[in-house]
T-cell receptor, first 112, second 114 residues
């Protein structure tokens, strides 16, 4: 079974707010985790990889909880330009054909 | 500039008329892949390739063919398109052999089959 589940949203937040997304995955053997960003009608682009120790890149923080099989993305001080769909991506070892499984995405709208 | 290119970007066609969507990358990546993206279903892998002349089915390969004769090119072929293949298609490439590192996506091809 290979599933990556995300809350589809939309999350509508005011500028400057802090917003958090969670993503759960089904395979306890998964080793690679990513957050991608996708703007409307554009291609997905890597936002950040998620490491076991957690990682931070400016206003963005990613965390991994292996015991509960979820990853999270925290965005602080939201900007209008953060409006996009955020895709959770997890590798699924021994899943057959698909090494990387994409979540359906969480839509974020940052409002002025 | 390192990139993945796809052509055409937009295509409207009719049922049964064979078409090819080209994909090319200039990063010397081994791994290439095709996805389709549909509302409510997310990105689903169609086919992938780990090297020249090595291709394999993804989750939704029915109705599609691919080839990998050169490292940089990975065309997607629809021999007899049907309306349920109307979708947004993305080609992607990755530097590792099995595609578990960062994947670089092309700009997408929006296909409508009437």
């Amino acid at each position: 079974r290979k599933e990556v589940e995300q809350d589809p949203g939309p999350f509508n937040v005011p500028e400057g707010a802090t917003v958090a997304f969670n993503c759960t995955y089904s395979n306890s053997a998964s080793q690679s985790f990513f957050w991608y960003r996708q703007d409307c009608r554009k291609e997905p682009k890597l936002l950040m990889s998620v490491y076991s120790s957690g990682n931070e890149d400016g206003r963005f923080t990613a965390q991994l909880n292996r015991a509960s099989q979820y990853i999270s993305l925290l965005i602080r001080d939201s900007k209008l330009s953060d409006s996009a769909t955020y895709l959770c991506v997890v590798n699924m070892p021994d899943s057959g054909n698909t090494p990387l499984v994409f979540g359906k995405g969480t839509r974020l709208s940052v409002i002025a | 500039e390192a990139q993945v290119t796809q052509n055409p970007r937009y295509l409207i066609t009719v049922t049964g008329k064979k078409l090819t969507v080209t994909c090319s990358q200039n990063m010397n990546h081994e791994y290439m892949s095709w996805y389709r993206q549909d509302p409510g279903l997310g990105l689903r892998q169609i086919y992938y390739s780990m090297n020249v002349e090595v291709t394999d089915k993804g989750d939704v390969p029915e109705g599609y063919k691919v080839s990998r004769k050169e490292k940089r090119n990975f065309p997607l072929i629809l021999e007899s398109p049907s309306p349920n293949q109307t979708s947004l298609y993305f080609c992607a490439s990755s530097s590792d052999l099995v595609g578990v590192n960062e994947q670089f996506f092309g700009p997408g091809t929006r296909l409508t089959v009437l």
